[in-house]
């Protein structure tokens, strides 16, 4: 299911910061990947330059699961500039079996009805012809 | 562990307003102005400057030169303070380390910002690709989902939120230099009318942006004896702590780096919270206020909701809190925000406060908070006790 209001989002830049390519293309192909650090065995996430764990750059992109649950939401209900068709939506942090977090949008949800401890799955948002960006819906349950 | 061989020797603010229509700069040029009226020095007695970073002219990374220059100071010291609601509380401690450690003897902490005329800042780094799309536009998103988990861990007893936003309201009534737009007294129904922002945060739990500056100025006691000054505040603790939780990929979002400084502030100063005569916490936010009481030892964890509804916090209660109004009520001057409830927990101690004068204030505990990051709780905590 594809949200009506995707082309108003803001399609984000690949590697405008760091090398992020590896993720945007496992994205582009329905899988999530996230930084890894083999030498503490803990996935981090927003992708950084280094390993948070050991301030070393030997880290590695690992697909995941895509299952986890959310930590925390918020409804958002302003409209804010370029948002005006989107509210209210749902932000979340979910937190993925593999012990990493992730904000995300959650779809095919009545806002209402989000709650903590909610199991969720990966759902791709098609932001652009490039670009597959992840976001998550309800694992099983009170869909819409 | 107390030191007080650095003191405040004056403090100023200009009104703080919406769409001012000026500059960083010239507001900061009047609060200068202002500061050498009250302390009643010339400008050649500053050698040290501390800047904080503002919103207006974020896009200028030499900001602090050009402040310096457009107040006409030549200095041995300068400083830049970029850690956002955090920065004039850590310029304070800072200019006290640099005067201790002889880099300059008297030193000018200036903030001023103007972000509702001006906004020439951009975050950059991961934003654009990890938290633009989701629609996180900025704080009020990031407090939603810090309150959602905090009322899931420990319940939340929103009228305790209203009695903050409502107390600082009755301050603002009384302070000059509250934002005009929000001078207007506030009712519990109000507060519990005001829109859904981003669940479960209302309008009236939000700070609003405005244009403002405001100043403190240090030196040695000695010295201030030597330039005729009388009033004095001393800076004896100061603590900080940035990137809380930096290096966890699943942190406990309802804590913050306070849980660590506040307790520990308070035991250098060899005080217990039930000491303390004046609450000037950093309030972008109602919930920021409810935590910080929390984790410095106000009260136990998940206990803020009863602590908040069992005590009194006007200026003639048992612990007056942000006097002035806050942010939440006298406005955020964008980046010199910090400064707003230092300022006044100053006056106070100045006894300069007029009809909302808490009745001799010894001490005052003053905090601030820095930069929302990813996913996370605020990145930046710091808390500095004044006594006189």
Request: a neutral charge; proline letters at 5%.
């Amino acid at each position: 299911m594809k949200n009506n209001c995707d082309s108003q989002k803001p399609i984000p830049q690949p590697n405008l910061y760091i090398n992020t390519r590896s993720f945007w293309e496992a994205a582009k192909q329905g899988k999530l990947i996230l930084q890894f650090c083999p030498e503490t065995g803990n996935y981090q996430h927003y992708p950084r330059p280094v390993s948070i764990f050991t301030g070393k750059r030997n880290i590695e992109w690992r697909e995941v699961s895509g299952k986890g649950n959310i930590y925390s939401f918020t409804i958002v209900r302003s409209s804010l500039p370029g948002c005006e068709n989107r509210s209210p939506y749902v932000i979340a942090i979910v937190e993925l079996e593999e012990g990493v977090r992730i904000l995300c949008n959650i779809h095919n949800c009545d806002p209402e009805r989000v709650k903590i401890g909610t199991p969720v799955k990966l759902y791709w948002e098609r932001l652009s012809g490039d670009i597959n960006y992840p976001a998550f819906e309800p694992d099983k349950c009170f869909k819409k | 562990m107390k030191k007080k061989d650095v003191a405040i020797i004056g403090y100023s603010e200009t009104k703080i307003n919406l769409q001012t229509g000026r500059s960083a700069y010239d507001l900061a040029g009047e609060t200068f102005s202002l500061i050498l009226d009250s302390v009643g020095i010339k400008k050649s007695e500053i050698d040290g400057l501390s800047v904080t970073n503002s919103f207006s002219e974020g896009a200028n990374p030499l900001f602090a030169s050009y402040m310096c220059d457009a107040l006409g100071l030549t200095v041995s010291w300068l400083q830049v303070n970029g850690i956002g609601g955090a920065s004039a509380l850590c310029g304070v401690a800072r200019a006290a380390s640099a005067i201790r450690g002889g880099l300059c003897q008297t030193a000018l902490v200036i903030s001023a910002d103007a972000p509702t005329t001006a906004w020439r800042s951009n975050f950059g780094a991961y934003r654009n690709e990890f938290q633009d799309p989701i629609g996180i536009n900025g704080p009020p998103e990031m407090f939603g989902l810090i309150m959602t988990r905090y009322k899931a861990e420990y319940g939340l007893k929103v009228e305790a939120l209203a009695k903050i936003a409502l107390i600082q309201r009755e301050h603002a009534l009384l302070n000059k230099n509250a934002c005009s737009k929000l001078k207007t007294p506030l009712t519990l129904n109000d507060y519990f009318n005001s829109r859904m922002i981003s669940d479960p945060l209302r309008l009236l739990d939000c700070v609003m942006f405005c244009d403002g500056a405001n100043a403190i100025l240090l030196t040695k006691p000695e010295n201030a004896k030597k330039l005729g000054i009388k009033k004095m505040v001393y800076p004896v603790v100061y603590a900080e702590l940035t990137n809380f939780n930096g290096d966890k990929s699943c942190p406990n979002i309802t804590e913050t780096g306070f849980s660590i400084i506040g307790p520990s502030a308070l035991r250098k100063a060899e005080m217990t919270p039930k000491d303390v005569k004046m609450f000037h916490p950093y309030d972008d936010f109602t919930i920021a206020v409810l935590m910080q009481m929390e984790q410095i030892g106000f009260c136990h964890r998940g206990e803020g909701s009863d602590f908040i509804l069992m005590n009194e916090f006007s200026y003639n209660g048992s612990l007056p809190l942000n006097t002035g109004g806050g942010q939440l009520s006298a406005g955020q001057p964008g980046l010199a925000g910090g400064g707003v409830n230092l300022v006044e927990a100053i006056r106070q101690m100045f006894g300069e406060a007029g009809e909302r004068q808490v009745q001799n204030p010894g001490n005052a505990i003053v905090t601030g908070i820095g930069v929302i990051p990813y996913a996370r709780n605020w990145a930046t905590s710091n808390i500095m006790i004044l006594e006189v």
